[in-house]
């Protein structure tokens, strides 16, 4: 991927946009000069706007609070909060504040959401601009994203085109001949954020062009979607406030296999947290989801206290390991030393 000769260009005399306006003849009329191999990186909020991803927000009305309705309306999974900033995951599985949604640089009456498929409407604009100009190129759909525990901005890739979103070096050598093990470049990002240098935030330029790039267009065309790091690989699924919130017991769970090792483990961090407390674990059949918590001595109101406090940071640690719980006490009748039953596994399709 040669570097030499890069250059970036920003794509001049567009107008505010609508919905319904044709924003790839717009950019083909701006940007006759288009060569194959150029990479167009084009702003979220006009696609959106074209593809009338807006809210309209009445007058006389909270456009704070009309905001935060569509942050609600937009988000699958709180992440963090504090005061009214929220650190979502959106429909289109990416974690960043406000679920993307942007109330800059559009009138009082307007809120702008992140597009509905960004990579859709990177082909469908690549797509287009061939049929318009004859030529080739890559495309780009940038945001401004935050970065955790780094302050400051930058812009990053929602949907793209015609252009890997990683480029893969795993297993390659270095100069120094050590094989790298885990680097992969986001390369869409990068792009995003070049462009962004000459577009701003401030200037009205929401298109530019990366010229002099030399890639291969991917074979199987994924856009951005390579670039989510969810499920397994998300090691900072919560953020620390928000993890017992965010716990919700389910009626109906669906079994899954794992499920005495996951609480094994879980009583094992909470008991290293509270003090030490016994209990007896003994399982029913294996892999049915279900774990009866007993007593090794006649419960009191002490044993009760320090057994609820356990179970307490056993299901909020479960929770964390992706497991969905519900815990049933059931006392001590007759004498008999069960206190309740925890029920995990996933909840119903």
Same mark, same amino acid.
């Given at each position: 991927?040669?570097?030499?000769?890069?250059?970036? %260009?920003?794509?001049?005399?567009?107008?505010?946009?609508?919905?319904?306006?044709?924003?790839? @003849?717009?950019?083909?009329?701006? @940007?006759? =000069? &288009?060569?194959?191999?150029?990479?167009?990186?084009?702003?979220?909020?006009?696609?959106?706007?074209?593809?009338?991803?807006?809210?309209?927000?009445?007058?006389?009305?909270?456009?704070?609070? @009309?905001?935060?309705?569509?942050? !609600?309306?937009?988000?699958?999974?709180?992440?963090?909060?504090?005061?009214?900033?929220?650190?979502?995951?959106?429909?289109?599985?990416?974690?960043?504040?406000?679920?993307?949604? !942007?109330?800059?640089?559009?009138?009082?009456?307007?809120?702008?959401?992140?597009?509905? !498929?960004?990579?859709?409407?990177?082909?469908?604009?690549? @797509?287009?601009?061939?049929?318009?100009?004859?030529? /080739?190129?890559?495309?780009?759909?940038? !945001?401004?994203?935050?970065?955790?525990?780094?302050?400051? &901005? +930058?812009?990053?890739?929602?949907?793209?085109?015609?252009?890997?979103?990683?480029?893969?070096?795993?297993?390659?050598?270095?100069?120094?001949?050590?094989?790298?093990?885990? /680097?992969?470049?986001?390369?869409?990002?990068?792009?995003?954020?070049?462009?962004?240098?000459?577009?701003?935030? *401030?200037?009205?330029?929401?298109?530019?062009?990366?010229?002099?790039?030399?890639?291969?267009?991917?074979?199987?065309? /994924?856009? +951005?979607?390579?670039?989510?790091?969810?499920?397994?690989?998300?090691?900072?699924?919560?953020?620390?406030?928000?993890?017992?919130?965010?716990?919700?017991?389910?009626?109906?769970?669906?079994?899954?296999?794992?499920?005495?090792?996951?609480?094994?483990?879980?009583?094992?961090?909470?008991?290293?947290? *509270?003090?030490?407390?016994?209990?007896?674990?003994?399982?029913?059949?294996?892999?049915?989801?279900?774990?009866?918590? %007993?007593?090794?001595?006649?419960?009191? /109101? +002490?044993?009760?206290?320090?057994?609820?406090? &356990?179970?307490?940071?056993?299901?909020?640690? &479960? %929770?964390?390991?992706? =497991?969905?719980?519900?815990?049933?006490?059931?006392?001590?009748?007759?004498?008999?030393?069960?206190?309740?039953?925890?029920?995990?596994?996933?909840?119903?399709?």
């Amino acid at each position: 991927m040669p570097l030499a000769g890069i250059s970036i %260009h920003p794509v001049a005399g567009l107008p505010e946009f609508a919905p319904g306006d044709d924003l790839a @003849a717009a950019i083909a009329g701006a @940007a006759p =000069w &288009l060569a194959d191999g150029d990479v167009v990186v084009v702003t979220s909020k006009v696609v959106s706007k074209v593809e009338g991803r807006l809210v309209h927000v009445e007058p006389g009305t909270d456009r704070e609070a @009309a905001r935060q309705r569509a942050i !609600d309306a937009e988000t699958v999974r709180v992440v963090a909060r504090r005061g009214p900033l929220k650190i979502v995951e959106t429909r289109q599985g990416w974690v960043v504040a406000a679920a993307g949604i !942007d109330a800059s640089n559009v009138p009082g009456d307007a809120l702008v959401l992140l597009p509905a !498929d960004a990579d859709a409407s990177a082909r469908g604009l690549r @797509a287009r601009l061939r049929e318009l100009l004859g030529v /080739t190129v890559g495309v780009v759909v940038s !945001d401004t994203f935050g970065r955790t525990w780094r302050e400051g &901005l +930058t812009d990053v890739a929602v949907g793209s085109a015609g252009v890997p979103a990683l480029i893969d070096h795993r297993g390659d050598v270095d100069v120094h001949g050590n094989r790298l093990e885990t /680097t992969q470049v986001a390369l869409v990002d990068e792009l995003a954020a070049a462009a962004d240098l000459v577009k701003g935030k *401030l200037g009205g330029l929401p298109v530019a062009v990366v010229r002099g790039l030399t890639v291969t267009a991917p074979a199987e065309d /994924t856009g +951005t979607r390579p670039l989510v790091r969810l499920g397994p690989g998300d090691l900072f699924r919560y953020g620390s406030r928000d993890l017992v919130g965010s716990r919700a017991p389910a009626a109906d769970l669906v079994p899954r296999p794992g499920e005495l090792d996951a609480v094994a483990e879980a009583f094992r961090v909470a008991g290293a947290a *509270l003090p030490e407390f016994p209990v007896v674990v003994r399982y029913g059949g294996e892999d049915d989801g279900v774990v009866d918590i %007993h007593l090794p001595e006649r419960a009191t /109101t +002490t044993t009760a206290l320090n057994l609820g406090a &356990l179970i307490g940071a056993v299901v909020v640690q &479960l %929770h964390a390991e992706g =497991w969905t719980t519900r815990w049933e006490p059931v006392g001590t009748p007759g004498g008999t030393s069960l206190v309740g039953r925890l029920w995990l596994g996933s909840p119903p399709d």
